[in-house]
């Protein structure tokens, strides 16, 4: 029932009485019956229903009298059990007697329905009982009413009490002005949404109520708790004693009692304490009986309010779970709990106070929220013309008001405006218009002149003021806002009381304890007196200053028992730091300016180092406060740049004044800033702070508080918003009249792009208010409308102005959503010209052409009815882009007509209409009504998944290129559905039920106007006879692309029947099927498959042209998968495709092949004449098919390669007739065949004259099994490889093959790897080969096998070659095998590579070589490579007296004799030694002296990269000195110091008949290379000479060249990285033209410019038979090139010109030279800037294997001629084109000439531009036969996934940084 239903007059008291007695109607009947004894309460009555029946019997009793109604409420009264409420109403309105007092019957408030039965209850009486409980009552009564008057007079007089007297100028007595109150959460009245302000004007956004309204909420039951929220200075406590005073004064009639407690009183009260002794010893006592009043209470609870005021400063944290029973003593605050959760005093009224913040848990959770947010502009004015009484200063202190915006934004907090009007007051007088206010800028101001207002004469009294300063701050940092006697100085507290500053009042400490207590009069006051003495104190110095310059958030966590009353201080440090605060700073401390500076300073540097930090959205604020206080326009600047460019403020209230310091300290920002507003509570004219705010480009608010009064606040603000690009303005509840206002301000903003109006309820009209402004707000890009409420003819109205609307560009509503996006008009009226009414209708005309809309509609419960509504809209507006009418209900009639109006609706691009319950007989209609769209692209209908979507494309051109890029999607994604024809659009009628019977009426549509390109019948019910009618009417249906019939029970009968259109149809190339997944497509070549794709591939360009490899002839292919196959079933298969035109692939897959049914297959295949290729994947063979494939060589000569793996994989490629004449290749790789079918096989395999290659790795022939093939071997007849890997065999095997190398004349090379790769592999020649080369590795042979490996390589005299890697041969097993080897004649190399060769040092490496049977002719030594190389000469000569000769020159007793003599011996006809990467000890160094000496045939010596000593370098040298016949010494990499460079130089004299000299890396100094030329300028047979990275410079080369005048038989020169110059290029120069047989000249990397290039170049001319010309990292430029190209050699084969600084002028003329040449091998051009320069070929090159063109700018239009180029290079195996800007035009070019390219192996295009299709069009050029290796194209604009599918279908692109890790996993 209503709350006030009781107090509205006897109506609703009657109504209260039916309701009572209808619960108890036997009752009634009997008093009724007692009364009116003569009353019939027959039957008429029955069909009455109870509450009519009381109201009649009700009637009957008061229609008797008076007396008699009187007489019968006592009875309801006494017998009843009746609320006491009710029964004082009763009696004092119809009773007689025992009425209730005056007062209490005056003062009590009625109560609702629902709460009548909490009051006082009565056992049920009759009438006559005991009138004890009566009495009982009244006495009750009695005392309750004398306690209640007591409150009332006491509350009277404390209220009295606080009006000033004449020492109290802070406690000026004023009227009361109402602070603007707002309901924080849904607990809102009713009544009070519209209700009205008390003293205001009508209530907006739930916001503006009357203090009344407080207590009207909807609760009924259970606890009534309120929480007043409200920042510092808002009046809460105000407002809580100004509720007492109404109280008092009889205004809150419905509350009989009421308690005032405030928590800074409670604190002090260390017991326990019940709720009796809460309410009567620590409030107010009664006079007597308290028991009994406190009975009254609970039994009245619902007419008692008790006020908490300050719940923040509680000290004890509480929880939910602290309450106490009804007579447990607790704390204050547990009792508080108690309270709010109705275990004490349940169904009172509990309102606390607070600050914003954490509530504790102690309040239940569904406490109401009061938002307090002080005074608005009215109120403030209301306020000063009550604090100012006279005229004259009314009017002065509104003016001063009304002129600075400052004062009126802090006056919006109460406790501020209270202060403004003292200093108001005491500065107005004597001072001019704004003098006075231009002293109150900030609130510290304020405080200040307050200060001073308030001292005598303008005296600042320094020691008490200091006092108050430091009494405060001592409280604040303790938690202590109520000061004792003993906490102030007599002195200081009669100066704070004098002034007002201090407050005193009685305190309760407990029960019987009370004392005086003193306060300021306010919290923000004591934060002011404790920043005085922090900043005027000389006791406090700068860093304890600093300390307190910090920043706490507004959420209040109750985690900590001591309070946190700091938070303003920082704010008023602020304040005091600023200058205007100096002079009052000054005059309080008597200090000079330095010092007061000083402290100043640092509290600003300390705010320095917060405003540069990041902080939450509460610290953020109270930085503004802050920084605005001090009125520094750095700092402010500062700040405002290191705000970040998104500002949050997420759930926490924020004031006006807040808003106001936020937007001071933006004006300082140059950058743009988005504030967003999330739950934020916020004042209703918050936003008008804002104004003029021109740096906020993105403003968000969204909070269920903000109304039509924050609209309109915003709309104010928001046209002075310069910046302003996006404003949102969702989740609140603003009506029309809010957005009328918006509506008014949005064109004025011209910057939006984005507005937001989300879950706003908005109804149908704001929402066009909203979209018809469109027009006006041009450069808005998108408007959100979602979740508001929108009515069907609303939505058509919004579609009507998107068609109408030329910014609109879509219109998109999806159940809740409705989003506008636009963008601005193509063209401008000020680019138009002409006469005004001609421009007005051409711009309409290209508005409509140009322009294109796209609308979605989707479940919008769209009809027939509203589609045609909608089409007159659209027919004559824009383009549409797309019409989305998914999930609407227009069935059939609806989407025929939306498929019938499609081709005028000028629908671009998608027209669905899903889901809107299309049948079968409409899918006809639908296909009938788009039979003459000439732009229909797609038509998807599929019934089941309720799927219907048209596609279209208006561009006709873009057909050409779409062709390529949809070979490129279907060979990548097989399922990936392609782009169709225009003209010949996609029908896909999927899962539709379609039958055989529906086959005509379908055929006839599709044979009309509308003939498909690609037609997908998937999920239908056609069968077998459906396939055959289809079959036969398909050649009606045009050249289709693909027909798809999958999932529709087809047999294997259904599957050759359509092998038949292979040759009754020209478009049939491919037939796919797969029976166990039911996929059946036809399709003309990979372009369509019209299954799910697997993932988004990119757009590719249309001009790229593939046409050099497209019209190649596509040979038909037949898949069949998951089927088995009898031979019945395989004849009649086979004879069908025997009749098929054109080369024909069969691919079986994935079924059991018997041998039967191979037998049938393979007897067909000589009679399939086009058969290409043969294909059974996953099909499981017998044992028996090896033998049967491998019969197929000599039984179908047609056959070229047979590829049988796993029994599981066979691949059969069949010859051309081009290749009639080509090798086979059989390969039967883990077949598991043992030794007991290599003679079989063998046996079949002797029938092929041809055999090439035999791979017959992964099986188990093992031993044995390998055994028995070598001795087959020589009656098979391989002509190239046999490949035994992974053949599970053993050192047997190895010896084996040794043995068995003599009879097996044609094998050249055999190669064994025991080890992981178990490697075997046997190559042949055509011929027999006298030469034979073996090599083994990982064999691990045992002495044993040593033995009898040297006893086979004996007999094995054709052998050349042994190699011996890591096969575990020791030195003594080596030593062993050079011992036992032994040939008649011959020469025998023997490499052998083990770890031990490089620890075992040079003197051991020369003893196993003396062990030598035969005689050693040359020795290689690499310690680092452990490496040892030895040729053996047999028969070993021997000539005693000669051996005897040498060792005479040797000290025997000296040097190793028993290494020396062997030596001596062995290698008697040693002309080669080699020793690279050693360390010679000197004893090393003295054996290889004394060999030297002895070696009279040494013709090569090489000592390289080699560590010696200066001691062994002598030796070495001096040996060296005496090999006269020397004619190849190699002294390279060897780091040697200068006398060590001397020393070896020596050796070089004599040696006459030296022709090859490697002295590269060799420190030579100008003494070593005067020795080198003196040297040089004897060996007149040299032909080498290398001197690389010598620095040699230009002086070293002019000596160089003299010397080399005598070299006329010099051929190879190499002189790169000696840095000659110019200098040294001509001195080279001069002497060129008289090396007559110079074939090879090295200068690369030696600082040559154009001038020393150009005289090069001349003197090379001169140079007849120059092969090699190597001038690499010089800037030579285009000159040099020019020079070069009019001198070319005749016989040059190698020109190294990268990194040369070449231009396109000299590349191009250097091209042109270089065409036709006949010798040219090896072009390099790399690292130059060729641009469009690079070298075209007419002639071609046609002996160029490599070209080098890195890095030189080449782009796709460079590409064309430089393809054209290639072409005629027949033999080029290597193109390196990489990190250059080649794209995929390019890779066109390329692509069509890779299958001209017979040789090419190697391709390199890493770091281009690249895409994935360009990649695409290389593998189809690979794909066309080349014989290239690989093809790189890493670090390409080619994502990886994308890579990973192209390397599956072609293996040789390599997408990888490394080109031995592939990125992708290559098919086998």
Not at 429 to 447: C, E, H, K, M, R
Not at 900 to 927: C, F, T, W
Not at 1246 to 1275: H, I, M, T, V, Y
Not at 1430 to 1444: H, K
Request: proline share 5%; net charge negative.
């Amino acid at each position: 029932m209503d709350p006030i239903s009781l107090q509205l007059g006897t109506k609703n008291l009657w109504g209260l009485l039916v309701g009572l007695l209808s619960k108890d109607p036997e009752w009634l009947s009997a008093k009724v019956k007692f009364f009116l004894p003569n009353m019939n309460l027959g039957s008429g009555n029955a069909a009455l229903d109870l509450t009519q029946r009381v109201i009649i019997q009700l009637g009957e009793l008061h229609s008797q009298g008076s007396a008699t109604w009187q007489e019968f409420i006592h009875c309801v009264c006494m017998e009843l059990d009746v609320p006491l409420e009710l029964e004082v109403l009763l009696l004092s309105t119809w009773g007689r007697g025992d009425e209730l007092p005056s007062h209490l019957a005056a003062g009590e408030e009625s109560q609702p329905e629902s709460q009548l039965h909490q009051g006082l209850k009565r056992p049920h009486q009759i009438c006559g009982s005991s009138p004890l409980p009566k009495q009982y009552k009244k006495q009750q009564r009695e005392l309750a009413k004398r306690y209640l008057q007591l409150l009332r007079t006491s509350a009277q007089q404390h209220c009295s009490g606080k009006l000033s007297g004449p020492g109290q100028p802070l406690t000026f007595h004023q009227a009361y002005v109402p602070p603007i109150l707002q309901w924080g959460r849904a607990t809102a009245p009713f009544d009070t949404q519209e209700g009205a302000m008390m003293g205001g004007s009508k209530a907006e956004d739930g916001a503006d109520m009357s203090i009344r309204d407080l207590f009207n909420t909807r609760a009924d039951k259970g606890p009534r708790v309120m929480v007043l929220l409200g920042k510092a200075g808002m009046g809460k406590t105000t407002l809580a004693h100004r509720l007492r005073q109404k109280w008092a004064d009889g205004q809150l009639d419905r509350f009989q009692a009421l308690f005032l407690f405030e928590f800074r009183h409670l604190n002090l009260i260390t017991g326990l304490l019940t709720l009796p002794q809460l309410l009567f010893d620590v409030y107010l006592s009664p006079e007597a009986g308290p028991e009994a009043v406190f009975r009254y209470l609970e039994e009245n609870a619902n007419g008692v309010l008790l006020i908490f005021d300050g719940l923040e400063e509680a000290l004890r944290p509480c929880s939910s779970k602290d309450t106490v029973g009804p007579e447990a003593p607790g704390p204050a605050l547990t009792l508080f709990s108690g309270l709010c959760h109705g275990t004490l005093l349940p169904g009172c009224w509990v309102m606390v106070t607070s600050r914003p913040g954490k509530l504790p848990a102690c309040l239940p959770t569904d406490t109401a929220t009061v938002h307090m947010w002080g005074f608005d502009g009215p109120r403030v004015e209301k306020y000063m013309s009550c604090f100012f009484r006279d005229q004259p200063s009314q009017e002065a202190a509104l003016a001063e008001l009304r002129a600075n915006e400052h004062l009126r934004s802090m006056c919006a907090v109460p406790a501020l405006c209270r202060v403004a009007c003292l200093c108001l007051h005491h500065l107005l007088p004597g001072s001019s218009p704004g003098q006075s206010s231009a002293l109150l800028l900030t609130v510290t101001q304020n405080y200040v002149q307050m200060v001073l207002a308030l001292s005598p004469c303008g005296y600042l009294h320094a020691e008490s003021l200091l006092g108050l300063g430091e009494m405060a701050l001592r409280g604040l940092e303790t938690g202590k806002v109520i000061f004792s006697t003993e906490d102030i100085a007599s002195s200081i507290m009669a100066f704070g009381t004098s002034l007002g500053l201090l407050n005193s009042f009685c305190v309760c400490k407990g029960p019987g304890h009370q004392e005086e207590g003193f306060a300021f009069t306010h919290l923000s006051l004591q934060e002011f007196f404790a920043a005085l003495h922090l900043m005027a104190s000389p006791k406090v110095d700068k860093d304890t200053l600093t300390r307190y310059v910090t920043l706490n958030s507004r959420w209040l966590l109750r985690t900590k028992a001591r309070l946190c009353l700091l938070d303003h201080l920082p704010t008023f440090l602020a304040g005091l730091a600023s200058r205007a605060c100096h002079p009052f700073l000054s005059q309080l401390t008597q200090q000079d300016q330095v010092w007061v500076g000083a402290k100043q300073a640092a509290v600003v540097q300390a705010l320095r180092k917060l405003a540069t930090r990041r902080h939450t959205g509460p610290k953020v604020v109270e930085l503004c406060h802050c920084v605005g206080e001090t009125q520094e326009p750095e700092l402010a600047g500062l700040m405002a740049q290191s705000l970040p460019y998104q500002l949050p403020f997420h759930n926490f209230p924020l004031t006006y004044a807040d808003l106001a310091a936020l937007t001071h300290i933006l004006g300082h920002r140059d950058a743009p800033i988005h504030l967003d507003f999330e739950g934020c509570p916020l004042e209703s004219r918050c936003p008008e702070a804002l104004a003029g705010c021109g740096q906020v480009e993105n403003l968000s608010f969204k909070s269920r508080k903000c109304g039509d009064a924050f609209a309109e606040a915003l709309s104010r603000s928001l046209p002075t918003m310069g910046s302003l690009k996006k404003l949102g303005l969702t989740g609140s509840k603003i009506t029309a009249r809010g957005i009328n206002h918006l509506v008014q301000a949005l064109p004025l903003c011209p910057h939006l792009e984005e507005v937001s109006f989300q879950d706003n309820q908005l109804k149908g009209q704001e929402v066009l208010d909203i979209v018809n402004i469109l027009p006006r707000l041009p450069q808005l890009r998108k408007l959100d409308l979602s979740r508001n409420n929108v009515s069907m003819s609303t939505l058509l109205c919004l579609t009507k102005v998107a068609v109408a609307c030329p910014t609109i560009r879509t219109l998109q509503v999806r159940n809740a959503d409705l989003i506008f996006l636009l963008s601005p008009p193509v063209e401008t009226a000020a680019e138009r010209r002409g006469p005004p009414d001609l421009q007005e209708n051409a711009s309409q005309r290209e508005e409509v052409q140009s322009r294109s809309l796209a609308l979605r509609l989707q479940k919008c419960q769209l009809t027939v009815n509203d589609v045609e509504k909608l089409i007159a809209q659209l027919r004559d507006g824009p383009h549409l882009d797309e019409v989305d009418l998914s999930g609407n209900q227009l069935e059939d009639a609806g989407c025929r007509l939306m498929a019938e109006a499609a081709p005028q609706l000028h629908i671009a691009r998608k027209l669905d209409l899903s889901d809107n319950g299309l049948s079968v007989a409409g899918m006809y209609s639908v296909l009938s009504a788009v039979s003459t769209s000439r732009t229909l692209a797609d038509l998807h209908i599929s019934l089941k998944y309720k799927t219907v979507v048209l596609m279209f494309s208006t561009k006709m051109e873009e057909q050409g290129g779409n062709e390529e890029r949809v070979l490129f999607l279907d060979s990548l994604m097989p399922q990936m559905p392609s782009m169709p024809s225009l003209c010949f659009p996609n029908i896909r009628l999927t899962h539709c039920g379609l039958r055989a019977e529906h086959l005509e009426q379908l055929c006839t549509a599709l044979e009309g106007s509308c003939r498909p390109s690609h037609l997908d019948l998937s999920g239908n019910a056609l069968g077998d006879e459906g396939t055959a009618q289809l079959v036969q009417r398909l050649p009606g249906l045009g050249a289709l692309q693909s027909l798809n019939l999958s999932e529709n029970g087809l047999s294997l009968d259904s599957v050759i029947s359509l092998a038949q259109c292979f040759s009754a149809v020209q478009w049939a190339l491919h037939l796919d099927v797969s029976f166990k997944s039911q996929v059946v497509i036809l399709r003309s070549d990979r372009r369509a498959r019209d299954l799910s794709a697997a993932g988004a591939l990119p757009e590719f360009p249309t001009g790229a042209q593939v046409s050099r490899f497209g019209q190649h002839c596509v040979p038909r292919s037949f898949c069949l998968r998951e089927c088995q196959l009898e031979p019945s079933s395989l004849t009649r298969l086979c004879e069908t495709l025997e009749k098929c035109p054109g080369p024909v692939e069969i691919k079986l897959s994935h079924g059991i092949l018997s041998d039967q049914s191979l037998d049938t297959l393979l007897g067909h295949l000589p009679r399939l004449h086009q058969l290409k290729l043969l294909q059974l994947s996953q099909m499981r063979l017998s044992q028996r098919s090896p033998f049967l494939l491998a019969d197929l060589f000599s039984l179908c000569p047609q056959v070229q390669k047979v590829d049988l793996r796993s029994l599981h994989h066979v691949t059969l490629h069949f010859r051309s007739n081009e290749k009639q004449k080509s090798g086979c290749y059989g390969m039967f790789t883990g077949c598991g065949l043992s030794q007991e079918h290599v003679e079989p096989l063998c046996k079949v395999l002797r029938k092929c004259e041809d055999l090439n290659q035999l791979d017959l790795s992964a099986n188990q022939l093992g031993d044995d099994g390998l055994k028995c093939l070598l001795k087959c071997l020589p009656q098979v007849p391989i002509s190239g490889l046999l490949d035994l890997s992974h053949n599970n065999i053993s050192q047997e095997s190895v010896l084996c093959l040794v043995e068995s190398l003599p009879s097996c004349p044609r094998v050249r090379e055999a190669s064994v790897n025991l080890g992981s790769q178990q490697s075997f592999k046997i190559h042949f020649s055509q011929q027999e080969e006298a030469g034979k080369t073996l090599r083994l590795s990982d064999c691990s042979f045992e002495p044993e096998h040593v033995c009898r490996l040297a006893t086979s390589l004996s007999q094995a005299r054709p052998l050349k070659q042994l190699t011996l890697t890591q096969c575990c041969l020791g030195l003594e097993g080596l030593t062993i095998l050079l011992s036992l080897v032994r040939w008649p004649e011959g020469l025998l190399s023997l490499r052998v590579e083990e770890p031990w060769v490089g620890r075992a040092g040079v003197l051991a490496l020369l003893g196993v070589c003396a062990q030598a049977s035969g005689s050693v002719t040359e020795i290689s030594i690499s310690e680092t490579q452990q490496q040892l190389c030895v040729q053996l000469e047999f028969p070993r000569q021997e000539n005693p007296e000669a051996v005897g000769l040498r060792l005479a020159h040797c000290d025997l007793e000296t040097h190793n004799s028993l290494l020396i003599r062997p030596l001596m011996e062995t290698c008697a006809r040693l002309q080669q030694l080699s020793l690279s990467q050693v360390n010679l000890c000197d004893a090393s160094s003295l054996v290889l002296h004394s060999f030297l000496l002895a070696l009279s045939e040494l013709k090569k010596f090489r000592l390289a990269s080699s560590c010696v000593s200066s001691e062994g370098l002598a030796c070495l040298a001096s040996g060296l000195s005496h090999c006269h016949h020397l004619e190849e010494l190699d002294l390279s990499n060897n780091q040697l110091g200068e006398e060590d460079t001397k020393v070896l130089m020596r050796a070089l004299e004599g040696k006459c008949w030296l022709k090859r000299l490697d002295l590269s890396h060799f420190p030579l100094g100008s003494s070593t290379l005067a020795v080198l030329t003196q040297g040089l300028s004897h060996m007149t047979f040299l032909q080498s000479l290398c001197l690389s990275n010598n620095d040699i410079g230009d002086i070293g080369c002019y000596h160089l060249s003299k010397a080399l005048r005598a070299a006329t038989s010099l051929e190879e020169l190499g002189l790169s990285y000696n840095q000659i110059g110019d200098t040294g290029a001509q001195h080279l120069a001069a002497i060129l033209p008289e090396l007559p047989e110079l074939r090879k000249i090295d200068l690369s990397g030696n600082g040559i410019s154009p001038a020393g290039g150009v005289r090069l170049m001349e003197s090379l001319a001169l140079c007849k038979y120059l092969e090699e010309l190597m001038l690499g990292c010089n800037a030579l430029g285009d000159p040099t090139a020019l020079g070069l190209a009019q001198g070319l050699p005749q016989h040059l084969r190698v020109l190294h010109l990268q990194s040369s600084r070449l231009g396109p002028e000299g590349a191009l003329r250097l091209g042109q030279a270089l065409d036709g040449c006949p010798y040219v091998e090896e072009i390099s051009l790399a690292e130059n800037s060729l641009a469009g320069g690079v070298p075209h070929f007419r002639q071609g090159l046609p002996l160029l294997r490599r070209i080098d063109l890195v890095s030189c700018e080449i782009d796709n239009q460079t590409a064309k001629p430089l393809t054209a180029s290639i072409v005629l290079c027949p033999v080029l195996e290597e193109i390196l084109l990489s990190w250059n800007l080649l794209g995929d035009e390019a890779a066109a070019e390329l692509a069509g000439v890779l299958p001209q390219m017979g040789r090419l192996k190697r391709v390199d295009l890493e770091k281009n531009r690249i895409t994935a299709y360009g990649a695409w069009l290389l593998a189809q050029g690979l794909a066309q036969g080349s014989g290239i290796h690989v093809i790189r194209l890493w670090n390409n604009p080619i994502p990886p996934d994308m890579a990973q599918r192209l390397q599956i279908q072609e293996p040789r692109l390599d997408f990888a940084f490394f080109h031995n890790q592939p990125q992708a996993p290559r098919c086998t």
